[in-house]
């Protein structure tokens, strides 16, 4: 490790070099281009530029929609689900201490580049590292796949949210045309209906048979036709980006004050409703009653580094967008540890929300917790959630508020994610782009509707899976671990740390000098090397995937990170000067390292 540090900082200097000073080894002065960068916005150009860009309405609109892109629908199915498999209220000290070593830093530090450089995640290279730019477009790419399966959860929400305002809920009866003959209609204090282990809810088949139809798909295979009905729904979902999203951070920024408070109301009312459930008691003991023992198992720390680092979002490039339209000396230290805490937080309150709802499953069904609680992702919330909110009354009412929060957490996260994307070629191409916002953000969302529409066919579901579990893995990991070098070794430390003193008035302490140089980097190589020692199963309702799938799913992961070494192979043949002359530079570099360890 210290060995790649000084090599960073010796021997690769000239890669990213301080404006006026000579690069280390600079004997050829015809070798120019590589590591063209330039200061923040401390310089003159970069100041104009600055002052130019659109700012946040209020310093509310940006932390509304900092935390609206850090909450999104993993902290209602995700968190709670790892939180009881792993040990329930003893989860928390693992989950505490990585969000403390490894989240809250790499959330600290996106947030500070993004404001000092006032730059997307493609044009903040030019400034800090050049020759890593392809960094920048490989987190587009990551965030082209999201957007193609993520707002086609939202799409079934709206399914459901319209679906609510029929007088009896579809999902409540098994007198429908999609039901089966194993469909069980359970309702609380009926000794006459019985669970077996064939029996399927109303939900289940509403779920799985009306609004995914899988039952007319044979597999990954052969999706089928378009369901057209969820077509519709996700039109209308990217309608509402288009419109939310299209003016930039003025009428986002208006936005989010709904959409990023609405979720926070929705549950507490669930909340207090849940309390009152029967059984509830069960799910919320299950959920937090500690199991100290697990926290031998390696397998608890892995799922708490994932956990936290998927829910704050680092990598994505969105902390940088959103960072970027920040004044200047913005105060980004407590806005860090603000939206973390709020985001660590909420995954506390939806767990206990979801379990409430358990145990009370649990209670009409006399089943033990962990049999209802088996299912993670959106069967939790279309499923079992869903089952639940049937049964109780003013079950109308609680269904509306219910999806329509889960559209809210969804449009959140869509909103910042695609403004990632959108600032990242406006900041990349501003004299062809620049004063076409309008039009660039209208081709966006048009080129995510057609990319998502295969996700909305009869086996749309299949092609979910198979994205959320390849499209944002070891992919995203592997290029927040190339970030993080970049900065921290490559454009060094001290010089970030120095940033951030012109930006805020004072130098970030040792704890996140040493998270940003050495633990945050092994914190990315433990996530990553859990993720590659295991290699994926992949179900869905009983279909296991085909052997071909992880093929797919490797070389969909494997695209956005071709990006980094192209670029860099661009940018060495675009420098003016001979490959020999760059080699010779590299190899003193390393020469003199070798002697100073000597």
Known sequence: MMLLISFAELGVMYLCPIQGVPRPFSFAPNVSGIGSGSPGPQSGQAASLSQSRKTWRKKMDFLLSVIGYAVDLGNVWRFPYICYQNGGGAFLLPYLLMALFGGVPLFYMELALGQFHQSGCISIWKHICPIFKGIGFSICVIGLYIAFYYNTVMAWAMYYLLSSFQTTLPWATCFNTWNTANCTHLTPGNPNTSWTNGSTSPAEEFYIRHILQLHLSPGLHELGAVNWQLALCLLLIFTVVYFSIWKGVKTSGKVVWLTATLPY??????????????GAWRGVVYYLKPDWWKLLSTTVWVDAAVQIFFS?????????????????????YKDALLTSSINCLTSMLSGLVIFTVLGYMAEVRQQGVDAVARDIGPSLLFIICAEAIASMPAANFFAIIFFLMIITLGLDSTFAGLEGLITAMLDEYPQVLGRRREWVVLGLVCLCYLGALSTVCYGGAYIVKLLEEYATGPALIAVVFLEIAAVSWFYGTSRFCRDVQVMLGFLPGQFWRVCWRAICPCFLLFILGSFLASPLEIKLFGYLYPPWSAILGYIIGASPLICVPCYMVYYLLSTRGTFRQCKVIVIKGIHMIVATCL
Do not use: E, Q
């Not at 109301?265 to 029967?278: E, F, K, N, S, W």
């Not at 704050?312 to 000396?329: E, K, T």
């Open 265 to 278: 109301l929705v549950l507490l009312v669930l909340l207090i409703r849940g309390a009152t459930l029967p």
């Open 312 to 332: 704050l979002g680092p990598g994505f490039g969105v902390l940088l967008a959103l960072a970027s339209y920040n004044p200047f000396h913005n105060n980004c």
